[in-house]
């Protein structure tokens, strides 16, 4: 059965966005490069292939920074036109499920809400989800009838911890470290370790490899440019150099989870004890961060196949299952 429903989660690197109407989930880079005051160039994954290329008279961007939506005004065009394109050219009424994190402001929150009703994409409907709760939905977690789980979702700018109990967030705490974060900290150690300069993509790529590189005992190698020669050259890599680097941010992930560990109410842990931690978001896809946290809580760790997608098809559950409709908030004009 179709129906004529979106489900978004707008991350702060990728745009997800499930189609009721054909039963598929798409993603791209949520990302716009502007020409000049005001002309759409490119959007989408085709505005992320010229990010760090483009020209001083093309702005290429993230409208949504730190979880929120930080330019409104981009984020409107960007929706209209991913929308416009799932719909084939023609917007049709719809009902749109849209996943928000939980410790930010209500401004940031309503300014979601507001994102969908301004944005031309003829909303019969704007229904608010938790993005945590969607992130429990998206593992296959019974949301509604389970107690005391945690849900760690590691993205791009931010990390939200989590806890979920009988279909209600009980605590929750989104923090400024992600992929985004990881990528700058390779970047800054290979600049430091071999005076070579290399870009967001090279060090996200190094970060991605390193798994594979590991597994094959190599170095990784990569290409920049020599900060003292100035000239492009290509370098190997040794793979502990960039956990070292990646070694404060896994800390300052474990710290928060512990915070929300401390502040667990006592039959909750017994719950979260017995499950363990669900750890999702692309971010927590990086070398070594599982058995980091798995190591230092003394928990055990439970990880998506899909961790990238977990928040967007958890919004299929709510869209979809009527057991689960009630996670699913309307908001509704003036409210
Ligand atoms: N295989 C992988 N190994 C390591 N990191 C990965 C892998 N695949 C994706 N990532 C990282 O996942 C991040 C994007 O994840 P995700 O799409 O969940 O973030 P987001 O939802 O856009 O951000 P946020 O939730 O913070 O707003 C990027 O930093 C990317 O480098
Ligand atoms: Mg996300």
């Given at each position: ?98 996943a928000v994190p ?28 938790e993005k945590a709760?969607a ?176 928040v ?24």
């Amino acid at each position: 059965m179709n129906v004529n429903a979106f489900g978004i989660d707008l991350g702060s690197s990728n745009i997800k966005i499930y189609n009721g109407n054909d039963d598929t989930y798409f993603m791209e880079k949520n990302m716009i490069a502007i020409e000049g005051r005001d002309t759409l160039f490119a959007y989408g994954d085709s505005a992320f292939d010229m990010y760090e290329k483009a020209p001083d008279n093309i702005q290429v961007s993230f409208p949504v920074v730190n979880g929120v939506i930080a330019d409104i005004k981009n984020m409107d065009t960007l929706i209209h036109y991913f929308v416009s394109d799932l719909s084939r050219g023609n917007i049709r009424p719809a009902d749109f499920y849209i996943a928000v994190p939980t410790d930010v402001t209500e401004v940031e929150r309503r300014a979601f809400y507001d994102l969908i009703r301004d944005s031309n994409v003829k909303a019969r409907r704007i229904l608010i989800v938790e993005k945590a709760i969607a992130d429990g939905l998206g593992m296959s977690i019974d949301v509604k009838t389970s107690q005391g789980v945690l849900v760690v979702d590691v993205g791009y700018d931010t990390t939200e911890v989590s806890l979920l109990s009988l279909g209600g967030i009980v605590l929750s705490r989104l923090i400024k470290v992600g992929g985004y974060r990881f990528d700058e900290a390779i970047k800054a150690a290979v600049r430091r370790e071999y005076s070579l300069v290399i870009g967001s993509k090279t060090s996200e790529k190094l970060k991605i490899a390193m798994w594979e590189v590991e597994a094959q005992n190599k170095n990784a190698v990569v290409y920049g440019r020599d900060i003292v020669m100035g000239l492009p050259v290509e370098k190997e890599i040794a793979t502990p150099l960039v956990y070292e680097a990646l070694k404060e941010h896994f800390d300052t992930i474990i710290d928060n989870i512990r915070q929300i560990l401390e502040r667990t109410p006592p039959e909750l842990s017994a719950d979260i004890y017995r499950h363990g931690i669900y750890l999702t978001g692309g971010g927590s896809l990086v070398g070594h961060l599982a058995e980091n946290i798995a190591a230092a809580t003394g928990l055990k760790v439970n990880m998506d196949e899909e961790p990238i997608a977990t928040v967007v098809k958890g919004l299929y559950t709510v869209m979809r299952d009527s057991h689960f409709a009630s996670l699913g908030v309307e908001v509704n004009n003036g409210k």
